[in-house]
């Protein structure tokens, strides 16, 4: 069989890549809030662990993106994250206390924040414009691929091995990622792109429209909290009805519902941005999540409800990650995209930073109802801004000035 054109080496080393590295961090990701509530952590500290990984993530990626570019070092710059991603499940499984776990997750997320927009550039580089939703949808696929078997896996396991020795065992797919990445990831031109000295100057030099883009992505992004809140959410929610250890296996379970949803939609959302325009089937997704929190808000605590809810959030989050990635590569230049990706990573961190800590105490203090609903407003605006900020962007044309 004849692979297509965009389906390279680079493409298809960067989904398996990101299978094994997703396989590793979600089978701790769906065991975290049981493992906090083993710790006695506070009921806000995942909150502040999903929002301060992120935040952290967010600041790296801006700049680790834009060294990347200049120095014509995106595949070193892509590996090297990788080893900090495939070593952070080592750390929490050592934990004795949410704050160690907090500095665990921390260090992972900084590796995902040096990786990122190296890789992202890099996949850019070697597809044509046309099939960047394709390539971008095959990435996200293979990546939620690896998110569900690693919920599968502590499905499987976690009412007969510890949750510690499972944590241990999730070194090793992160590992298999590091080597996947090295053997196919490959730059197409990695010569030192001609950037100002300074960051900010680069920066401002990004083209008008991506940057009115951010704005959306960055208002949007403060009511996309962290998924594991959700999982803490269900935990709590089905823990009087089913007991705690049956309440952890519904939350893995409905965390694995919303990945095979996330890795289903994910290439075919892309072909449709690559086909009826990336911009509308963006704002489709993002309007999307708004509805999904006012379903929590309305849903009985019944595990049937829950996932399709679930179900939604897998597929808002499959357009979230294709499309806005898709849509940068259109809107920005081939010698610019690993800043541009890092800047596009840095508004969903802070918009992750902001949600997951802001829900977190919302629930903690005032009631889950009200955080939801709070993210809803906050989505709602979101999409209204990214329908704004969009609306001159013509598919498959590159936009703006600074390319």
């Known amino acids: 069989m004849k692979w297509p054109p965009w389906l390279n080496n680079t493409v298809l080393g960067a989904g398996l890549a990101s299978f094994f590295g997703d396989l590793g961090y979600e089978t701790v990701t769906v065991l975290l809030p049981s493992f906090l509530i083993i710790l006695g952590a506070p009921v806000y500290a995942l909150g502040v662990i999903e929002g301060l990984s992120d935040g952290a993530s967010s600041f790296v990626k801006l700049f680790s993106g834009y060294f990347a570019d200049k120095f014509g070092r995106r595949r070193e710059f892509a590996l090297a994250g990788s080893i900090a991603t495939a070593i952070f499940p080592a750390f ?6 949410w704050l160690v776990v907090l500095a665990g997750r921390i260090t992972g997320w900084i590796g995902k924040g040096i990786r990122a927009p190296a890789r992202d550039a890099i996949i850019a580089n070697s597809v044509e414009k046309k099939d960047l939703g394709k390539a971008f949808g095959f990435h996200r696929a293979g990546d939620t691929l690896g998110a569900i078997a690693g919920p599968a896996i502590a499905l499987v396991l976690v009412s007969t091995v510890a949750i510690r020795t499972i944590f241990w065992l999730a070194v ?3 590992c298999l990622a590091f080597i996947t990445l090295w053997l196919f990831l490959k730059e197409r031109n990695p010569a030192p792109q001609d950037h100002p000295r300074e960051l900010i100057p680069s920066l401002r030099g ?4 991506f940057k009115a883009f951010l704005a959306a992505v960055l208002v949007f992004g403060i009511a996309d909290f962290s998924q594991t809140l959700l999982i803490a959410f269900v935990i709590v929610a089905l823990t009087p009805s089913l007991g705690f250890v049956v309440a952890t296996a519904a939350g893995a379970g409905l965390y694995l519902i919303r990945n095979i949803v996330y890795a289903a939609a994910s290439y075919p959302l892309g072909w449709m941005g690559d086909r009826i325009g990336r911009r509308p089937v963006l704002v489709f997704g993002y309007a999307i999540a708004a509805v ?12 049937i409800a829950y996932g399709v809810l679930f179900a939604m959030c897998g597929f808002f989050i499959a357009a979230e990650d294709a499309l806005e990635a898709a849509l940068s590569g259109e809107m920005v230049g081939e010698a610019s995209r690993g800043l541009g990706y890092g800047a596009l ?14 829900i977190g105490f919302v629930w903690t203090f005032i009631g ?3 955080g939801f609903m709070i ?23 590159v936009t703006g000035s600074g390319v």
């Open 92 to 97: 929490i499984a050592a934990a004795a206390s």
């Open 172 to 174: 090793i797919p992160g």
């Open 206 to 209: 990004l083209p008008s429209r």
């Open 292 to 303: 999904t929190f006012i379903g929590f808000v309305l849903a009985p605590p019944d595990i």
């Open 345 to 358: 990573a840095a508004m969903n961190g802070v918009g992750d930073l902001v949600s997951s800590v802001m």
């Open 368 to 370: 889950y109802s009200a």
């Open 375 to 397: 993210a809803a407003v906050i989505a709602a605006a979101g999409t209204i801004l990214l329908i704004w900020t969009t609306r001159a962007v013509k598919p498959g044309r």
